[in-house]
C-alpha cells in the first residue's frame, strides 16, 4: 500500500555534498517515522538516520555533524543532506518507513535504494 521511492544518489568526489529524497505515496498513514539506512558491499546495512513525526532526530554517530535528515510533511518526503563525504560513506541508501504502536512494530516499509559512490 505504501511506496518509498529514493532518488539523488550518484557519484562524487570526497568533500563533496549529495541530498537524498524519499517520497512516499500510497497509505500514508500507516507511517509515523522515516529513516535512513545504508549497506556497503560485504558489510551489514546500518542505521543512518531517523526522524519522527514531532520532529525528533537520531544520527549514527559517524554521521553526525555532517548529516542532517528533514521532511516536508505537506509532501510526505523525506531528505537526506550528506556534507564533507567520506569514501566509507559509499554504500545503496536505503529509505524506510514504519508505524509503530508503542513498542510493536505494525508496519515496515522500505524503498528500492540509491546508490552513493564517493571516490575520487
Known amino acids: 500500500q505504501v511506496q518509498l521511492v529514493e532518488s539523488g544518489g550518484g557519484l562524487v568526489r570526497p568533500g563533496g555534498s549529495l541530498r537524498l529524497s524519499c517520497a512516499a505515496s500510497?497509505?500514508?498513514?500507516?507511517?509515523?517515522?522515516m529513516g535512513w539506512y545504508r549497506q556497503a558491499p560485504g558489510k551489514q546495512r546500518e542505521l543512518v538516520a531517523t526522524?519522527?513525526?514531532?520532529?525528533?532526530?537520531h544520527y549514527e554517530d559517524s554521521v553526525k555533524g555532517r548529516f542532517t535528515i528533514s521532511r516536508d510533511n505537506a509532501n510526505y518526503t523525506v531528505f537526506l543532506q550528506m556534507n564533507s563525504l567520506k569514501p566509507e560513506d559509499t554504500a545503496v541508501y536505503y529509505c524506510?518507513?514504519?508505524?509503530?504502536?508503542?513498542?510493536?512494530?505494525?508496519?515496515?516499509?522500505w524503498g528500492q535504494g540509491t546508490q552513493v559512490t564517493v571516490s575520487s
Open positions: 526522524i519522527t513525526p514531532g520532529g525528533s532526530t
Open positions: 524506510r518507513g514504519w508505524y509503530r504502536e508503542g513498542v510493536v512494530l505494525r508496519y515496515e516499509y
Open positions: 500510497g497509505s500514508i498513514f500507516s507511517i509515523n517515522a
